[in-house]
């Protein structure tokens, strides 16, 4: 389980799955290049596949004519098994899921994928207080 933070929300995540990626087109040297961001994207399952929403990818610059939409909806590719347990996590109250990063695997693209729990107000007080108390005692230690 490891916990993120980002500006707006924060998630405790579980239940890491690997999955290839459909591509199209010059899609992949725009992310050998490292022209993505998965800022703002999530994963829905429709018709029992799984697709990642609103991930970015450049269009390569260099590329002919054919350049697909940077937004557009990707197929992920898992096996049956994965697809319907991650639907029954899903299911559960308070789950969604969401890519964690996006990387090459064996010259293959595959984007690291994980079941997302948001954080209650009590969680974050929880924190707050915490990292106060560390804060405080880092300066206590530092004056010494």
């Known amino acids: 389980v490891r916990f993120v933070s980002s500006k707006d929300s924060c998630f405790f995540l579980s239940d890491f799955i690997q999955a290839g990626i459909v591509l199209e087109g010059s899609e992949v040297k725009s992310?050998?290049?490292?022209?993505?961001?998965?800022?703002?994207?999530?994963?829905?399952l429709k018709d029992g596949e799984v697709f990642l929403k609103n991930a970015y990818i450049k269009p390569y610059e260099k590329s002919s004519s054919y350049t697909p939409d940077s937004r557009r909806s990707r197929k992920l590719l898992l096996n049956k098994m994965e697809i319907v347990r991650l639907e029954q996590k899903m299911r559960q109250k308070g789950f969604s899921c969401v890519p964690t990063k996006i990387y090459f695997q064996g010259g293959f693209v595959k984007v690291e994928i994980a079941l997302a729990k948001g954080k209650h107000l009590f969680d974050k007080r929880a924190d707050k207080r915490t990292a106060d108390l560390k804060r405080d005692a880092q300066r206590a230690i530092k004056n010494i």
Request: aromatic share 14%.
């Open 31 to 44: 992310l050998r290049l490292g022209h993505a961001n998965l800022d703002d994207s999530f994963v829905f």
